[in-house]
Structures are given as structure tokens and as C-alpha cells.
Nanobody, 118 residues
Framework: QVQLVESGGGLVQAGGSLRLSCAAS????????MGWYRQAPGKQREVVAA???????NYADFVKGRFTISRDGARNTVSLQMNSLKPEDTAVYYC????????????WGQGTQVTVSS
């Protein structure tokens, strides 16, 4: 079992920045992938960014150049630095954890609200 605890959401004006963090605990495998998804009201959950245990990153096109994902392997934490935020970035952001390198998500965090005002 893996537990994920997120922090750092909140309210920010358009153009501002927020940093989300997620701490993983429990049975952590050496090969894994952690990431961030988001879900806006009435929309499907979508991937924002992911990073493998080897440091390989992937970003959704709509955040490239604005968001940066990073991780601290020693502390099993992953962070998402979000700059130049837009109102359309408003959503609940979820931390994710995947065992190994397979597709899909094995564990989810509880979610943290990000609201960007115009």
C-alpha cells in the first residue's frame, strides 16, 4: 500500500504561481512513476505531468513552459511548480503513483483545490 498526501493548493490571481507537493509513504518500490492529474467540474480527469524514478519527465501540452515537476527520491516527494497560472487551470489536482513503468495509476492522493481568479 502507498499513501499520498498533497499540500499547497489555494487561490491565486491569473499570472500568479503556486507550488504543490505530495509525500508518498508505505511500500515504495525503487522503480515507479509519480505525477499530477487534474479534474475540473464537469470534465474528465487529465494528466498534467509525470516523472519517473529515473527522472524522466512528461508534460501535457497545455502546461509546457509553465509548470515544472520535480521529485526528491530520498524523501519520496514530488512537487509541481505552477507559474503563469490561468483561470482554466482551476481544478482539483491529484497526486498519482504507479508501480514500475507500466501504464495507469495504482494510487491516488485525496486531491487539492487550485483556483485561479481572472
Amino acid at each position: 500500500q502507498v499513501q499520498l498526501v498533497e499540500s499547497g493548493g489555494g487561490l491565486v490571481q491569473a499570472g500568479g504561481s503556486l507550488r504543490l507537493s505530495c509525500a508518498a509513504s508505505g511500500t515504495i518500490f525503487s522503480i515507479n512513476r509519480m505525477g499530477w492529474y487534474r479534474q475540473a467540474p464537469g470534465k474528465q480527469r487529465e494528466v498534467v505531468a509525470a516523472i519517473s524514478s529515473g527522472g524522466i519527465t512528461n508534460y501535457a501540452d497545455f502546461v509546457k513552459g509553465r509548470f515544472t515537476i520535480s521529485r526528491d527520491g530520498a524523501r519520496n516527494t514530488v512537487s509541481l511548480q505552477m507559474n503563469s497560472l490561468k483561470p482554466e487551470d482551476t481544478a482539483v489536482y491529484y497526486c498519482s503513483y504507479t508501480l514500475g513503468s507500466r501504464l495507469g495509476v495504482d494510487y491516488w492522493g485525496q486531491g487539492t483545490q487550485v483556483t485561479v481568479s481572472s
